[in-house]
């Protein structure tokens, strides 16, 4: 069973280890032949109805899924070392390369204001992914909480898109590394990367140090998570120390006169930079993943998501006004605006201090996101919506070994070739789009459980749940598509929203209380969630929504050729052998043996 395709007991699956077999990819019966995959695929309707309206159990995603890792991972986190990821993980390339690209073109010195916003957003966003990393603490994060609440196929699309997030946010900080590193050797970046005339631009500048700087955190998050996490906060003090400098040297230097004009770009270059700077606040959802290897969820996932996203974002308004205060918006630089900001107002010295620092960040960023990125595969691959030899979990070390280096691998290959501005807006559509449905189903696990809801209340829910979506999508399209001084359809779309919210809270009833800690504000705060990422998305340029469906779109070609498949045969096969143990089934509603007899 599991990952090796063994229907061994325990004792046989912890005999095995990580191992590499044609079993260990494609174990499912509709692969064993092509007889069977053609059969599979002539089913392709069926098993896509069975899979869309298929919802996972809680205590599916927490004893039989993660049991088909073979080996459990080593549960030695506390919120002491929470605090320090999600400070590791968030603070890196967002804060030191584009508040100065964005600040120079498209916010100005009201590029605080953008942070503020985004920092809103993703303080909602850590509310609701807190709750259900209390409630359900595995290493899937957002991808198993989709699972649980809305349906395998819904999950499986944000499984991509968190992939990508992951993927294409190290890429890009493995980038700005790179520049960094030039600044403290006096050097361009250019001056490290290699010129390829035949690339498009975008493309053509080869980066051998960011493929370097990954090789070294992969092998790091492979040998142990405690391991990483000690060189996490270490590297993050010392990151912390140099912020503190930045601040304090920088404000002995601020000349108010460089705060005018404050917003020269308009409210829409606000709104702008904040859909940009999302990019940011990444990472608190790699601390999710690290749940369960967390000694005690309920305490330690709290505080430590909640405090590190509250010092983030206090961090995150400071060095935006210090940076505009040094210097004049048009002559900040967009690849090292901390660095040259200290060498225009004559501390030339002071810029080897920040690129040092900005460094050390860059580096626990790529740390905690190797450690996030591999969990979240791994648990996708327990479901065999990917291949299971990706789930293994390698007995010595209790780590991830396959999905980590399979993750690292297609990182460091975009950040090879492909430039930051490219990078930071389609990762912010990705994670935008995945914070919007865990708001979603955040709404469903409150209002909707399944035997105790009446289908009127269920109703009731999916039609205020319905117009939150819809009012929310209808005013992004307008910000993106009219001009500024335009305002009359906000005027109907925004009391849309409220009425809609307002109606969930008095005429649907909540159907489940949490257990141990829960989101305030129910539904306002994940409404409001919503409402920002949606208004986000409207801000983001209309070639990174063409690469986000050109993405989509892979996604859905290998889903039907192959996830679909793979997760409905596993559904199969724990509904057979395991429909006496209720606790222990892998699916609510799973297909029954008759249905493939």
């Known amino acids: 069973m599991g990952v090796g395709g063994e229907a061994g007991g325990e004792d046989g699956m912890r005999r095995r280890g990580c191992s590499c077999t044609k079993d260990d990819f494609l174990p499912e019966e509709s692969f064993k032949s092509m007889g069977n995959y053609v059969k ?133 900080v493995a980038r700005a590394w790179t520049s960094y590193f030039a600044t403290l050797c006096n050097r361009h970046a250019n001056d490290f990367r290699i010129n390829v005339s035949s690339l498009p631009d975008d493309y053509g500048h080869l980066d051998p140090i960011a493929i370097v700087v990954i090789t070294v955190i992969c092998i790091i998050t492979i040998i142990s998570t405690k391991g990483s996490s000690r060189f996490n906060y270490i590297a993050s003090i010392i990151h912390i120390a140099v912020i503190f400098f930045i601040i304090i040297a920088g404000f002995t230097k601020a000349d108010t006169k460089n705060y005018t004009p404050f917003a020269p770009f308009g409210i829409r270059g606000i709104f702008k930079s904040s859909a940009v700077l999302f990019f940011a606040y990444l990472g608190f959802d790699a601390v999710a993943t690290m749940a369960e290897e967390t000694k005690n969820p309920a305490r330690d996932i709290p505080i430590g998501l909640v405090g590190s996203m509250t010092i983030t974002t206090a961090a995150y308004c400071l060095l935006a006004i210090t940076l505009c205060l040094m210097q004049p918006y048009p002559q900040i ?33 790529l740390l905690v996101s190797a450690v996030g990125q591999a969990r979240y595969l791994t648990h996708i691959a327990r479901t065999h919506m990917m291949p299971p030899w990706l789930a293994q979990i390698h007995p010595k070390t209790g780590t991830p070994i396959n999905a980590t280096i399979v993750m690292l691998a297609a990182t460091a290959i975009i950040a090879f070739f492909t430039e930051l501005s490219i990078l930071s807006n389609l990762l912010s559509i990705s994670t935008l789009f995945i914070y919007t449905l865990v708001a979603a189903a955040l709404l469903v696990r409150r209002y909707y459980v399944s035997g105790v809801t009446t289908p009127a209340d269920r109703n009731k829910l999916i039609i205020c749940t319905a117009f939150i979506l819809g009012s929310s999508g209808i005013t992004a399209a307008y910000w993106a598509l009219s001009s500024e001084n335009d305002w009359i359809a906000y005027a109907i779309t925004v009391p849309i929203w409220f009425l809609a919210t307002l109606a969930l809270q008095v005429l649907v009833p909540q159907a489940r209380t949490p257990k141990l800690w829960g989101v305030p504000l129910v539904p306002w705060f994940p409404s409001a969630s919503i409402a920002i990422n949606v208004f986000l998305l409207g801000s983001i340029d209309r070639a990174s929504f063409v690469r986000f469906a050109v993405w989509t779109a892979i996604l859905l070609i290998y889903y039907f050729l192959v996830g679909l498949h793979a997760s409905y045969d596993t559904a199969k096969q724990y509904g057979e052998n395991q429909a006496a143990e209720e606790y222990k089934k892998a699916e609510e509603g799973a297909v029954s043996a008759t249905n493939y007899g």
């Open 40 to 172: 599979a695929l002539s089913e392709t309707p069926h098993r896509f109805m069975d899979r869309l309206l298929t919802r996972s159990l809680d205590t599916a995603e927490l004893h039989e899924i993660k049991a088909r890792s073979n080996h459990e991972m080593k549960r030695n986190l506390t919120w002491w070392d929470l605090i320090w990821f999600g400070i590791g993980a968030v603070i890196g390339a967002g804060i030191f390369v584009l508040t100065g690209l964005q600040a120079k073109e498209v916010s100005g010195p009201a590029v605080v204001l953008s942070y503020v916003i985004s920092g809103i957003s993703a303080m909602l966003a850590v509310f609701c992914y807190t709750e259900f990393a209390v409630e359900i603490p595995v290493a899937g994060g957002s991808f198993a909480y989709l699972r649980v609440e809305l349906g395998n196929f819904v999950a499986f699309i944000a499984a991509g898109n968190i992939l990508l997030e992951y993927v294409i946010g190290g890429a890009a």
């Open 333 to 365: 630089d967009k690849d090292a605006p901390f660095s040259v900001a200290f060498q225009s107002v004559g501390m030339n010295w002071a810029k080897y201090i920040v690129a040092a620092g900005a460094l050390k960040g860059m580096t626990t960023v």
